[in-house]
Structures are given as C-alpha cells and as structure tokens.
C-alpha cells in the first residue's frame, strides 16, 4: 500500500517518509502515533538456555525468525531499526544500524572469505 492509498488522518500534520507503509488510520492514541516500514521476516537459527519448563539443561539450538522494521514516532527526528520476535528484541538508531551492518559484514568477510 503507498502512501496515497490510505486516507490522511487529521493530527497527522507532518509528511510521511516515502518509506512508510504504516496504516495511521487506526492510530488514534499519539502514543501508538508511528511511521512504520515494511517489516521484513528473516528465518535464522537461535541458541539460547532451556526454559525451565522444559527441563533440559543447557542450551537449545532452534529455528526461528527474526522481523526486521524501521520506524519513527510521529514527531520525533530519530529513526530506529527494530529486530525482534517474541523473545528477544534489537531496536537501534539508523545510523547504529549501519555502524552495525557495516561490521557485521567485515565479519563475515574475515570469517568466510567472502563478501557478506
């Protein structure tokens, strides 16, 4: 959905970035007021401890996903990136997120020998 498909609500009396998806139509409390990308679903594999009510010691190995989104609170100047899932949750700055992703690929680079 483009920004032009949905109907503009009232408050909302600031541009929307052309990366928003977000639907403010149902964003009547400022405190749920967002600019909201496309959230990306991205499987990866997790370690992490048992569950005690699992009762396994030690770690588990799992299959997961991870949503990957940017957003930014109407009003506010920063941008933020957000990765998380039920259990876990990653929110940085824009500009961390590519301090972040920029080292992560050197990383990757030194550790496989090939581009990430």
Not at 5 to 15: F, H, I, S
Not at 23 to 35: L, M, N, P, T, V
Not at 56 to 68: H, N, S
Request: proline content about 6%; aromatic content about 6%; some cysteine.
């Amino acid at each position: 959905m483009s920004n032009t498909d949905v109907e503009r609500p009232e408050w909302l009396d600031e541009p929307r970035p052309a990366w928003c998806h977000g639907d403010h139509s149902g964003q009547d409390f400022e405190a749920d007021r967002k600019h909201l990308s496309e959230t990306v679903a991205v499987p990866v594999i997790t370690q992490g401890r048992a569950p005690s009510w699992r009762h396994t010691p030690g770690y588990v190995i799992e299959a997961d996903e991870l949503l990957i989104a940017v957003y930014r609170r109407v009003g506010d100047r920063e941008t933020w990136l957000a990765i998380a899932n039920d259990s876990q949750n990653v929110e940085v700055f824009l500009e961390s997120a590519a301090r972040l992703s920029s080292e992560l690929a050197a990383l990757i680079e030194e550790l496989t020998g090939e581009p990430a």
